[in-house]
């Protein structure tokens, strides 16, 4: 079944204690990218890549990391949480043929708790 | 940088009847605007989008329109059903970007 998948769903963890989120799509996509949702703000986004070892920020990097070393994972990184970085993250890729943008497929989310 | 505002917030209508849904964008060279539509505990799906050389898009009882001069596009649901309460987000991007710029949601309620 072609999918996203991330690890952990759910996360509970204290300030300063260095974490990991991952994501694994199956699709053979190029593009990937990470979102954080909070209420009234929407999706925004973290860092993306189109394509291995290439990653870009997106609107709200501060705090974050991210590593593109083989096309299916892409890793989010958080070194020193703070609970302000408590949020839904989602993970997302599509295949991004050329210039064109395409429909982007979604992980099922990781419910993160900074303490 | 490319910006989004969504509108309504919230959205409550009686099953049978239409949703509207309108979003607005800042940067005229965006040219791809899908719409994505989020249930309880679930990641958002796609259910339509329209590039910026079509002025409306229509997949069932779904449509989107798009107005390049003003800068704003709209989600039309027709015949609501409960089961089409969710969560629904627009979003902007360009060509040769990685970055897709999203509204803040609209949370849609159908009553039976």
């Known amino acids: 079944e072609a999918q996203v998948t991330q690890n952990p769903r759910y996360l509970i963890t204290v300030t300063g204690k260095k974490l990991t989120v991952t994501c694994s799509q199956n699709m053979n996509h190029e593009y990937m990218s990470w979102y954080r949702q909070d209420p009234g703000l929407g999706l925004r986004q973290i860092y993306y890549s189109m394509n291995v070892e290439v990653t870009d920020k997106g609107d709200v990097p501060e705090g974050y990391k991210v590593s593109r070393k083989e096309k299916r994972n892409f890793p989010l990184i958080l070194e020193s949480p703070s609970p302000n970085q408590t949020s839904l993250y989602f993970c997302?890729?599509?295949?991004?043929?050329?210039?064109?943008?395409?429909?982007?497929?979604f992980g099922s989310g990781t419910q993160l708790s900074v303490l | 940088g490319e910006n989004v505002e969504q509108h309504p917030s919230t959205l409550s209508v009686q099953e049978g009847d239409s949703a509207v849904i309108k979003c607005t964008y800042s940067d005229s060279a965006s040219n791809y605007f899908p719409w994505y539509k989020q249930e309880l505990g679930k990641g958002p799906q796609l259910i339509i989008d329209i590039r910026s050389n079509v002025g409306e898009k229509k997949d069932q009882r779904i449509a989107v329109t798009l107005n390049k001069t003003a800068k704003h596009f709209s989600l039309h649901i027709t015949e609501t059903q409960p089961e089409d309460s969710a969560v629904y987000f627009c979003a902007a991007s360009k060509s040769n970007t990685g970055k897709l710029i999203f509204g803040q949601g609209t949370t849609l309620q159908v009553k039976p």
């Open positions: 997302a890729s599509s295949p991004y043929r050329g210039s064109t943008n395409e429909k982007l497929f």
